[in-house]
């Protein structure tokens, strides 16, 4: 006997469509709540880190070009002297030219100290009033400190000191090393007050003789104390601190009020950073202490968070060292709560909005399950009685629009079985069809956007770096202007003089004795010949500072924003300019030659400014593809065969002009070449490169100029951009006829 299965006891219909509806609400609210805070958590280290970059990278640059200047000084004082401009026997003279370049550089000391002890130099002790110093020989009461006027020349003496030159550490640390170094930090405290305390870090350099005997040590002192006042305003934190440390853990400067030093017994000391009285500065570095162990083995940028008295902290310790041997960690140091705030207050806002969203919608369920499952329970009373064989049963039409249509559905199934299915597929092909035109069409629109706004960043972009360009070469250009304008009157008043002293010589060939003395302290001969070189070479400089100046403006094309007749040649080496610091030689590499080939061009019709963004993107292309193959060889290779862009122009006739651009770079894959003017396409590293450059290259020259732009490339040898455009434009053309015909 077969006994009937059991059946389990079925769920009402409202069940089955409340408990899922509400779930899935609870689902959401809780993933958006979760979402909401782990991306305010990303947000919060994203923004942090990026903040700190940004600081670092600031603060890093102005290190390099800061610390520089001592050493570019030390450099042009050994050049000085080997070009007889600068005797460091006479020290009176040498003081007044340190003096001239204490006026343009904002140095605390800039002088020499010769093998024999004596020595001249220039300082500003007090950060304001510049002195000259004399050392006539060794202690005591070697050194002299001269008041100076306005020129530079020696007032009244100031005060005597004993100062043992030949046995500091500036100079013996200097001859040890036998090249340019930094000797050390020195310290400075008058208890009287009438020089202010000051920390200050002295670049040396020995200078030898043909001989390789040592003649003096050249010393440029720069003042650390400035660069608190930079990180000061460097700080982007209200709450965090920036500060540098030597890897002893000495502190150096800070963003803080605090000062870097301490005077203890009327005696300046530094303190060390774990000393500090800032108690963010000392916790920071008792955490790095920790973690470390020592200093020195911090070798690399290191992103890190600490709890500092039970608040998050976000840090970043960024090594910097420079080529004479300071070694210094610049600290970034930012609390979490600078961040969390509104991110916080706008969780708990989400939280709560996604409760209430919650309760809401669980009642709208409810409710709407009530109303559908009603005329829905007729319906299947209905149709249960037409599967028992009560054909006259009559479902009764809802108010419902769709379930109406449903019971007349059942009183027509027999009928319209057949026909449903047929136009219920032929409507599926239908909207399938529909949905894939719409698809493509919004691809096209999305990439159509994209590109749009990639060009329009691009233009915005060439666009301050014009107007930044033609600010520049505008400023330049007027004191230039007037310097080699009146260099010409210089020359004729001096010629003049020097014709004159020759009249006089002739004339009296026998002065008197004062005379003769005075002609042979001044060397009155070399004066003469001196100065007529002298001012050639300054309007030879002027007249190179104009082509400069001439070329960032043809760069910038800031007032040729429409077509207008042009010599590409301008703008090609206007560009090359601007790309010059990529090109000259570096450390790991010659120089990267460019040959010019430049064909008879007549002036074309363009715009300028665009075009030239063309020549930009094609010869940044070059540079990397040259220094992507450097970089697998060594210097000597690199110099055997070094990086060559050739640039070649010509007419092909009186209608088209064409400009090659070829490099003996690495060479494009034909898969690559196929795809290299498409949108966003780059074969570059994720930030090096956005896919733009050149598709925005390839629509500037077919569309705004009519022209043809064409790349040819060989795997291992090189690649070539041929642009093609015509020397005069169809559309202006086209405008100037109907302009005449209406006339």
Known sequence: MNLPAKRTKPLPLQWLLIVPFVLQIFAAVGLVGYLSFRNGQNTVNDLANQLMEKTTDVVDEHLDSY????????????????????????????????WKQMQVYNLTYIGHTSADGTGAGAARYDGKTVTIDDM?????????????????????????I???????????NVVKAGKPIWSRIYTWYNPTGSIPP?????????????????????????????????????????????????????????????????IRNNTIERIKAIESTDPLIQSVTKQLQQQFKNFQTIGEIRNLQFD???????????????AYGLDWLLIVAVPAREFTAQIDANTRDTIVLCLAALIVASLIGYLTSSWI?????????????????????????????ELGILANSFNQMAEQLRESF????????????????????LKNTLTELQRTQAQMLQSEKMSALGQMVAGIAHEINNPVNFIHGNLTHVQEYAQDLLNFLQLYQRHYPNPVAEIQAEAEEVELEFLQKDLVKILASMKLGTERIRQIVLSLRNFSRMDEAEFKEVDIHEGIESTLLILQHRLKAKQERPEIEVVRDYGKLPKVECYAGTLNQVFMNILVNAIDAIEEVNAKRTYEEIKDNPGRITIRTSALNSQWVEIAIADNGSGIPEPVKQRIFDPFFTTKPVGKGTGMGMSISYQIITEKHNGKLECFSTPGKGTEFAISIPIKQQVRTAAKLASSSLD
């Open 67 to 98: 610390l520089k200047i001592p050493h570019q000084v030390n450099r042009m004082n050994a050049d000085a002297v080997r070009l007889g401009l600068l005797d460091l026997g006479d020290r009176k003279k040498a003081g007044h030219y340190y």
């Open 136 to 160: 006539v020989s060794r202690p005591p009461k070697n050194t002299y400190t001269y008041a100076t006027d306005g020129e530079g020349n020696r007032q009244q003496l100031l005060y005597k």
């Open 162 to 172: 004993d100062f043992d030159a030949l046995n500091e550490a500036y100079y013996t």
């Open 198 to 262: 000051y920390i200050t870090a002295l670049a040396g350099y020995p200078l030898y003789d043909k001989n390789k005997k040592l003649l003096a040590v050249l010393a440029s002192d720069v003042h650390l104390l400035k660069l608190s006042e930079f990180l000061r305003n460097s700080n982007p934190s209200r709450m965090g601190q920036i500060f540098i440390i030597e890897r002893d853990g000495a502190l150096i400067a800070n963003s803080g009020k605090e000062k870097p030093y301490r």
């Open 308 to 322: 500092i008295e039970g608040e998050r902290h976000y840090l970043q310790v960024v090594p910097w060292k420079d």
């Open 373 to 401: 499952t009603r005329p829905i329970l007729k319906l299947s009373q209905a149709s249960e009685a037409i599967a028992n064989g009560q054909l006259a049963q009559q479902v009764e039409i809802s108010n419902f629009k």
């Open 422 to 441: 047929a136009a219920l597929e032929q409507t599926n092909t239908e909207l399938e069809d529909r949905v894939e035109e719409r698809t493509a069409e």
